[in-house]
Antibody
Framework: EVQLVESGGGLVHPGGSLRLSCGAS????????MGWVRQAPGKGLEWISA????????NYADSVKGRFTISRDNSKNTLYLQMNSLRVEDTALYYC???????????WGQGTLVTVSS | QSALTQPASVSGSPGQSIAISCTGT?????????VSWYQQHPGKAPKLIIY???NRPSGVSNRFSGSKSGNTASLTISGLQAEDEADYYC??????????FGTGTKVTVL
């Protein structure tokens, strides 16, 4: 059974940084692309980023490009999202996803909440 | 990145069939057979119910079906049940190697 467990969320001031982690189990982590999707409170889903199994190819939504960095450690079965220059509008529940193909979410974690506020 | 367009809400009585549309462009829905649909109950993570336009993951009820015509994809729920009341989102692969979600549709079972 695929399990994805996010951590690292919290309260941060505008302009600050935060690193999210996602521990994966139940599948061969390095064989799959992984990604992040977020959902602002009471709002819809927004695709954020994806990274190939090898880590050699990454993609970002325009809204986070240049501020967020996705990475992975296949030896630890862990996915990361480094978030810099955070804005109030980055406040959301961040979901870790196991990807089908190159970018499409297939399995989802339960999410970790990031709140950006002064 | 503009979201795909979905109706804000759709409703139906138990046993009825409803359809949810998802309209994009030739750069996403119309250009690829990589449309997915997700069901999200309140306070829960989304769950994949349709992938690659019309395929159901193992364990998903066959009451859910997907199709596509041109730039518009559709999700049909047949034999509507109380447990189907949830938010539904479509998504599509895009030409710039990203993914775009729909605006979301709230399904109400009357």
């Amino acid at each position: 059974e695929v399990q994805l467990v996010e951590s690292g969320g919290g309260l941060v001031h505008p302009g600050g940084s935060l690193r999210l982690s996602c521990g994966a189990s139940g599948f061969t982590f390095s064989d799959y692309a992984m990604g992040w999707v977020r959902q602002a409170p009471g709002k819809g889903l927004e695709w954020i980023s994806a990274i190939r199994g090898s880590g050699g190819s990454v993609n970002y939504a325009d809204s986070v490009k240049g501020r967020f960095t996705i990475s992975r450690d296949n030896s630890k079965n862990t996915l990361y999202l480094q978030m810099n220059s955070l804005r109030v509008e980055d406040t959301a529940l961040y979901y870790c996803t196991k990807v089908r193909g190159t970018v499409s979410p297939n399995d989802w974690g339960q999410g970790t909440l990031v709140t950006v506020s002064s | 990145q503009s979201a795909l367009t979905q109706p804000a809400s759709v409703s139906g009585s138990p046993g009825q069939s409803i359809a949810i549309s998802c309209t994009g462009t030739t750069s996403d829905v119309g250009g690829y057979n990589y449309v997915s649909w997700y069901q999200q109950h309140p306070g829960k993570a989304p769950k994949l119910i349709i992938y690659d336009v019309s395929n159901r993951p193992s364990g998903v009820s066959n009451r859910f079906s997907g199709s596509k015509s041109g730039n518009t994809a559709s999700l049909t729920i047949s034999g509507l049940q109380a447990e189907d009341e949830a938010d539904y989102y479509c998504s599509s692969y895009k030409s710039d190697t990203t993914e775009v979600f729909g605006t979301g549709t709230k399904v109400t079972v009357l």
